[in-house]
């Protein structure tokens, strides 16, 4: 058992580089294989928060009213794009978001990286600048900074040291990043699955409850989604393509799954900010959200009017027979992304905005033989072999429709 003095002690020590990254390693991967109690959880996020500056935006006025400050955080997923159309709707129905958000993590992908695929966007603000975007825009989407800098450091770590998939350091990292960002009502969208961190059920409902106890402790009134994440959400995993995909439902369009869960997470956001008598559906369907989201892209320095990238180099994978798209594996197609260059081998590293999978037929959906389902890019022509290896075995093609469970399996 780690006492609160050990905890303190190597969180503020790493974090000014006083413990070293091998030892901090061997540290993380003592948590990853033994686990922590509930106390370690709650004083290692407590430590995380100390690391840094704490927002609090409760002063700011927009339109003369305080703001009905409430985000949302994943805990990681494939084609996860919900925060881009997710935070305009909320914006339109007359929240308001401050998001810390990340990077990609493992096989996942991160929202700062999917955004940075816009010409021009910054996620790289400042916090006169996020406190004058919520203001003026509602909205601000921003890498964490100052905000819980154990996370920024250990999260980097993590990323390569095979040690993500642990429930205490997830839900430390989540919950540091957003106890600290300002927000005043918390909903949190716990993955489950196998393109999540956690795959199985028990223990991501145990992540759940550990994040909204955390939360709640905080005075952060915090509620959880449990969300399939066996197959990808929509039709494309990546960074520009999950940004067009995202625009295709603001546009009132887009994959029914990344609607219904972009719905349903900014009902709860909306509840928990106290905000009734909108439908958020309606934002969609009059372009209100996708005003906010122009709004939201222009002051973060983004320009919707130039193309976004798409990697030159494509291959195409096609089917062998005729009948219905089986199921199709989130983390075969996870790495196969990562493969094309849309995550990172190596802590810093840029990744490829224009490198991604988009996905031509869905579980269920009829096939033909010889027809498109999958169409991959990259800038890197030689990162191609290895993607493609990557699908192999992540989807089938067969008589009947696969059998599908709910994509939103709980609420707690
Ligand atoms: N998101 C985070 O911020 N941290 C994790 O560990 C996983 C998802």
């Known amino acids: 058992m780690l006492s609160d003095a050990a905890i303190d002690w190597v969180i503020d020590a790493y974090t000014r ?121 509602g909205a601000a989407i921003f890498a964490a900074g100052d905000l819980a800098p154990a996370d920024r450091k250990i999260y980097a770590l993590r990323d390569v040291t095979a040690t993500t998939e642990s429930l205490p350091l997830i839900a430390s990292s989540v919950m540091s990043k957003k106890l600290a960002e300002g ?3 918390l909903v949190l969208d716990v993955k489950v699955g196998r393109g999540a961190f956690l795959k199985a059920e028990a223990e991501s409902r145990e992540l759940a409850r550990t994040m909204v106890e955390l939360g709640n402790a905080y005075g952060v009134p915090t509620r959880a989604l449990l969300t399939d994440m066996n197959r990808p959400l929509g039709r494309t995993v990546g960074n520009a393509v999950e940004v067009q995909e995202s625009l295709d439902v603001l546009a009132g369009g887009g994959p029914s799954d990344v609607v219904e869960l972009t719905l349903a997470l900014a009902a709860e956001m909306l509840d928990a900010a106290g905000i009734d008598g909108v439908d958020p559906a309606d934002t969609l369907r009059d372009g209100s959200a996708m005003d906010s989201f122009r709004a939201l892209v222009a002051a973060q320095g983004g320009d919707l009017n130039r193309p976004l990238p798409l990697g030159a180099a494509t291959e195409t994978v096609t089917a062998s027979r005729d009948g219905m798209m089986g199921d199709i594996d989130a983390m075969g197609v996870a790495l196969a992304a990562w493969r094309l260059g849309a995550g990172r081998a190596q802590p810093g590293e840029p990744v490829q905005s224009g490198a991604g999978v988009r996905i031509h037929r869905r579980p269920g959906e009829p096939v033909t033989a010889g027809e498109a389902v999958f169409t991959l890019y990259t800038d890197t022509p030689d990162r191609l072999p290895g993607a493609l290896a990557e ?14 469970g709910p994509l939103i399996i709980d609420r707690l």
């Open 17 to 137: 580089g006083a413990v070293a990254d091998e030892q901090m390693s061997a540290l993380l991967m003592a948590i990853f294989l033994r686990g922590m109690t509930p106390a370690e959880i709650a004083r290692w996020t407590a430590a995380m928060v100390d690391s840094g500056e704490r927002f609090d935006f409760t002063d700011l006025r927009r339109a003369g009213k305080p703001l009905a400050l409430v985000d949302k955080h994943s805990t990681g997923g494939v084609g996860d794009k919900i925060t881009i159309p997710l935070v305009p709707v909320v914006l339109a129905c007359g929240g308001a978001v401050p998001q810390a958000a990340g990077r990609g993590l493992g096989h996942t992908g991160g929202t700062l990286d999917k955004l940075e695929a816009i010409p021009g966007f910054t996620a790289e603000l400042s916090k006169e600048r996020i406190r004058q975007q919520l203001s003026e825009v």
């Open 183 to 185: 927000a005043r009502a």
């Open 391 to 404: 699908l192999d075995g992540a989807w089938s093609v067969g008589e009947n429709a696969p059998s599908t």
